[in-house]
């Protein structure tokens, strides 16, 4: 089966919810961790697998990846797997600093975030490693996310603050690179700022199976998409009140600075900005307005029809 919907009905869809909560009242606030934000910014785009795209309201303004950074790195973990040269650095006898131990409570920082960048090769190199990491961003993204250097710093202090390397190390948490290349690595990360309209071209590079949309170039290997986009479902904010595949049918990311990025396989990807988040650092404005774009399409990645945009 077929379900068809022309570009228009996006359009009419999209605009329709920017309106509905653009001056929504908002219970929340901008991450502490963030200034000279204004808090009324908010957008949305979307860009389908062909590039075609649809954008509203305030698509250009650069906000932290945050957790959604955690796309890409799986991504490059998924294609080193694949990669007969690289295996063996997934070997568990591999792991390097810490045995296996349980996940580090209290960090400021995600441990597992941390743990994933450690699994990217090469080891022991921390330029090589980010340049890997910021050249597959690139390549889905088509343009380059900027550093945010007062985030980074401020970050960092913080983790050496808390004391995060050893807190790990106390914990047995299992690294496959040293600690403090990782850690470094994925505070970067995080602190990199994107617009909407910059996440929704890397999302659609892998609701395309690893070809830009834009460029017509691949991104990477398409064979790794499927497990990418689970990840997604299965890191996405989950943790809110009302599950929220449940609520919107859309595997997505999330992030502190009010952005979020969700991918429709085949078919699409939707962002959205608004950097007023909740209590468990979600863009309030971003979820309503992407779950209720995904009801107003009456389309899920868990329905039976193959959606087709004409």
């Known amino acids: 089966m077929e379900r068809h919907i022309s570009l228009s009905e996006i359009e009419a869809a999209v605009k329709e919810v920017y309106e509905k909560f653009k001056d929504y009242e908002v219970d929340g606030e901008v991450d502490p961790r963030l200034h000279d934000v204004d808090p009324d910014k908010f957008g949305i785009a979307v860009m389908l697998t062909d590039g075609r795209t649809v954008k509203v309201g305030d698509t250009d303004v650069a906000a932290p990846m945050g957790t959604i950074v955690r796309m890409p790195v799986y991504l490059e973990h998924r294609l080193q797997k694949l990669d007969e040269t690289k295996k063996v650095h997934f070997d568990k006898r591999s792991i390097r600093n810490h045995g296996g131990g349980p996940r580090p409570e209290g960090l400021p920082i995600s441990a597992n975030g941390i743990r994933l960048v450690s699994k990217i090769q090469p080891t022991g190199d921390a330029d090589g490693k980010y340049a890997v990491i910021s050249d597959r ?170 959606v087709v945009v004409d």
């Open 137 to 306: 961003i690139l390549d889905m993204m088509g343009s380059a996310p900027v550093l945010d250097d007062t985030l980074y710093e401020s970050m960092t202090k913080t983790n050496e603050a808390a004391d995060v390397e050893n807190m790990i190390a106390r914990s047995d948490y299992p690294l496959y690179d040293d600690a403090p290349i990782a850690i470094d690595i994925y505070t970067r990360l995080v602190a990199l700022q994107a617009s909407a309209s910059q996440l929704a071209v890397m999302g659609a590079t892998l609701a395309a199976d690893g070809r830009n949309p834009l460029s017509g170039e691949y991104a990477f290997d398409g064979i790794v998409a499927p497990r990418v986009v689970a990840y997604m479902a299965a890191k996405g904010p989950h943790h809110l009140a009302r599950p929220w595949l449940i609520k919107s049918g859309l595997p997505a990311l999330s992030s502190f600075g009010g952005s979020m990025l969700g991918v429709l396989p085949g078919v699409m990807a939707v962002a959205a900005y608004s950097p007023v988040v909740n209590d468990d650092g979600v863009s309030v404005r971003a979820y309503k307005a992407m779950s209720h774009l995904m009801k107003r399409l009456g389309i899920s990645v868990f329905g039976s029809e193959k």
